[in-house]
């Protein structure tokens, strides 16, 4: 087996081609894991079916070993959080089988093909990290495929991160829903029921593009059903911070939100210790002087002394303590 040195610590059994790789097995110890981009000179195209799935027959072909130090258990089984090369262009049947513990994965949107069932059992995997390769609109839309296959697939609350061809960064979420299947003896048949707000979320692409300005008017229905708050928080807030290919309309109807809910939003950021973000809220929101008390004091709490002594000037500014003068006759 020979031994290369890289980012992360695998084991890999692979396929050379005559101008490309393909990983046909890899296993890593690491919690946080970046799969190669190239190996002897030539660029990881493929990742074969079951190639990463835990305790999967072992493939036949060339061994491996890229290292970097550290140790554990090789069997992905604590896999975290994992980094596809920007070459990847094809990803195998079951390619991330039972990868239970997988929560993020980051990737370019260069891969054409999605094999059957690739993502099937990863039940913790919500984030995803996307870098648009192809120049030409600066739209959300018509930037590859991954996001409708992931949205498809995948009907939990999806936290995407798009980063386009000119290093522009935006977020969107799309909220979780539930589909149902319940014997019907009487009648011999299954029925199915789809719960939760998020469905139309999940399918509002058109051939495999992602619409904004149909993902936006989605809005007034999705808060007419029931629906989570924090969801719908920071649903309204990733696009009035983000706002690729957002309308002005669309735009006052998240603002309204966040008005509504300011206080929350105003802990939310404090806990993130965003204080960019509080700042941009400050700037499009009035919290009345209740909402400034117990954020500074959530602020004074998480010694977050950037974001309380941004609070405390903007309290000063929007609510003057003025002199009180008595006098005894």
């Known amino acids: 087996m020979e031994t290369l040195s890289g980012a992360s610590n695998w084991k890999l059994i692979i396929r050379r081609e005559a101008g490309d790789v ?13 799969l190669p981009e190239s190996l002897f000179g030539l660029p990881v195209t493929a990742l074969g079916g079951h190639a990463l799935a835990p305790r999967s027959t072992a493939a036949e072909g060339e061994a491996v070993q890229i290292s970097c130090g550290g140790g554990g258990e090789w069997d992905n089984q604590q896999l975290q959080d994992l980094t596809f090369p920007a070459s990847l262009r094809r990803v195998g049947d079951y390619a991330l089988l039972n990868c239970g ?6 990737l370019h949107d260069s891969i054409t093909r999605w094999g059957g069932g690739a993502l099937m059992n990863c039940r913790q995997l919500n984030t995803f990290h996307i870098t648009q390769t192809v120049s030409g609109k ?28 000119d290093g522009e960064v935006f977020r969107l979420l799309f909220p979780e829903f539930t589909e149902i299947y319940e014997e019907n003896c009487a009648a011999h048949h299954f029925d199915y029921q789809i719960s939760g707000a998020g469905y139309p979320y999940h399918h509002c692409f058109r051939q495999k ?39 002005e309309n669309a735009a006052a109807r998240y603002l309204a939100y966040i008005r509504e809910h300011v206080l ?14 509080l700042r941009f809220l400050l700037a499009n929101t009035e919290p009345n002087r209740e909402a400034f008390t117990q954020a500074c004091g959530l602020a004074r709490e998480r010694q977050a002394t950037a974001a309380l ?20 006759l």
């Open 309 to 328: 002594a941004l609070l405390l000037e903007e309290q000063h500014r929007r609510f003057p303590v003025g002199f009180s003068k008595s006098f005894d």
């Open 22 to 34: 393909e990983i046909l097995r890899a296993e890593t110890c690491d919690r946080r894991a970046v």
């Open 264 to 277: 929350e939003t105003l802990r939310w950021l404090l806990t993130e210790n965003d204080t960019g973000g």
């Open 138 to 165: 600066r739209e959300a839309s018509g930037k590859g495929e991954a996001l409708a296959y992931f949205a498809g697939e995948l009907s939990r609350e999806l936290d995407v991160t798009i980063t386009g061809p």
């Open 101 to 106: 513990s997988l929560k993020t994965l980051r």
């Open 209 to 247: 593009q992602l619409r904004m300005k149909e993902y936006d008017a989605l809005w007034s229905g999705f808060l007419g059903m029931e629906h989570d708050e924090f969801t719908a928080l920071r649903l309204a807030w990733w696009r009035l911070r983000y706002p690729v290919e957002l309308a």
